[in-house]
T-cell receptor, first 120, second 115 residues
Framework: SQTIHQWPATLVQPVGSPLSLECTVE??????LYWYRQAAGRGLQLLFY??????ISSEVPQNLSASRPQDRQFILSSKKLLLSDSGFYLC???????????????????FGSGTRLTVV | KQEVTQIPAALSVPEGENLVLNCSFT??????LQWFRQDPGKGLTSLLL?????REQTSGRLNASLDKSSGRSTLYIAASQPGDSATYLC??????????????FGQGTILTVHP
């Protein structure tokens, strides 16, 4: 079965410290992978997406970067965290959902359990 | 630029009521629309997904409809239960474009079902 793992679940980091959040996917190959952020009182914002190894696209300019060293691994990083980087970070992959409606398989999103990052 | 709006922002109902959550989007050129549930401090759980060619999807007590031409979707929850309390998010994937498969989310509806 297809699963997505994201860690850590919770992280408290001081301003100026580095960051590394990891996401891995099992049960699929060459998935499209995404990093979203949910800031307090705001909606979900797409940060990065990747359609393959080493291919990263950024949606918004920011203090963060992403890398995809392996097919099913997606990493979110920062060299120096800012207070504004606090939020709930979600990794997601887009692929065929395990459901069939009629005779049509559908491509949709599956999200990880998220990382709550607090920068102090 | 795709924009997604959800109404109401919050809803509180007694247990057993049927309820409707609304979602509207500005660009009708979508690939599909997905409804998610988010419990406090948790990730997103996919509830229903409707392809652009479909009109509705059903799963248990949930029914989602899609009117692509008018840019609207509704999530109908029958016989609500306290366990349905959560934030419900609507998101669309645009067809084509350069942001491959990007999801655009609404702000969500916070649902509280009280016993």
């Amino acid at each position: 079965s297809q699963t997505i793992h994201q860690w850590p679940a919770t992280l408290v980091q001081p301003v100026g410290s580095p960051l590394s959040l990891e996401c891995t996917v099992e049960g699929t190959s060459n998935p499209n992978l995404y990093w979203y952020r949910q800031a307090a009182g705001r909606g979900l914002q797409l940060l990065f997406y990747s359609v393959g190894i080493g291919q990263i696209s950024s949606e918004v300019p920011q203090n963060l970067s992403a890398s995809r060293p392996q097919d099913r691994q997606f990493i979110l990083s920062s060299k120096k965290l800012l207070l504004s980087d606090s939020g709930f970070y979600l990794c997601a992959w887009r692929g065929q959902l395990r459901l069939v409606v009629g005779a049509v398989n559908i491509y949709g999103y599956t999200f990880g359990s998220g990382t709550r990052l607090t920068v102090v | 630029k795709q924009e997604v709006t959800q109404i109401p922002a919050a809803l509180s109902v007694p247990e057993g009521e049927n309820l409707v959550l609304n979602c509207s989007f500005t660009d009708s050129a979508i690939y599909n629309l997905q409804w998610f549930r988010q419990d406090p401090g948790k990730g997103l759980t996919s509830l229903l997904l409707i392809q652009s060619s479909q009109r509705e999807q059903t799963s248990g007590r949930l029914n989602a409809s899609l009117d692509k031409s008018s840019g609207r979707s509704t999530l109908y929850i029958a016989a609500s239960q306290p366990g349905d309390s959560a934030t419900y998010l609507c998101a669309v994937t645009n067809a084509g474009g350069t942001s491959y498969g990007k999801l655009t989310f609404g702000q969500g509806t916070i649902l509280t079902v009280h016993p």
